[in-house]
């Protein structure tokens, strides 16, 4: 499995895009474009996105945020995990896993 | 290019450019790239393609801070390993100084001359032992690549000028 930066460079490059124009699709919470820099940290795994910046990376890029969200080791905020019960939260990873396993079937 | 003989006792022969030479196949190289990514020829060449560029040919470019020392300003080198492309870092400095803007494009050019001429004397020079291998394509990067940024004499950007540069390593590895 490739990490978060892996995945977003090998994504960018097939897709031919250059840095540049990877950050001017994304913007900070200030509406700024992100840096050339921080992209960079982003794609040598030295930061982790937030998540405005992880769902518009996952526009730019063509690719689900939850695939994001994932590769950054993050719950998705939409399923607010937070409200769920123990015994809930542990049958929903139940349930992942056997997705998982499921899907590695040959 | 032609091999001559290599009285440095680093290898029995190295290769030998004409100014011409390397001032031609840098000029294909960066007329080519420009007229695959954009169809036609983009002068002044823009900073994105310099970086496209060096990502098609070396395996990464990244970013470091604080490459220069007391005595020397450094802005990028270029690290060769046995059997593996090249790596390129630029100081961030560059990037996140925007008046420093020509700065960056030149250490860019200057970095993507050694990955480049690297290539070249690589491609001459199919047999060499993986160690020789290493030692030619450090030679070989630091010759010069100024037809990189002189596209048909259309672009003034020039290399920077070896006064005051690092070659920290000269043999070891990594090209200032």
New interface residues.
Partial sequence: MKTFGQFIVDRRKELGLSGREVVAGIRNADGKPISIPYLVDLEHDRRKPSDEVLVQMAKVLQVDSDILYFLAGRMPPDLNAKGLKPDELAAAFKAFRREVKRERKP | MKMVPDRTGRFKKRPYWEICELEQQCEETIIGFLRERYGFERIPVP???L??LI?RDAAE???AMNLSDERYEVFGYTKFERGKKPLVTIA?EL??QQHRNNRLRTTLTREYGHVLLAHLALRQVRHLKRSAALLLAQYASDQRGGGLVRVAGGLRLGLPADAGELHAARGGGVFS
């Fill in positions: 900073t994105e393609a970086t496209v990502e470019l990244d970013l961030r990037w996140e």
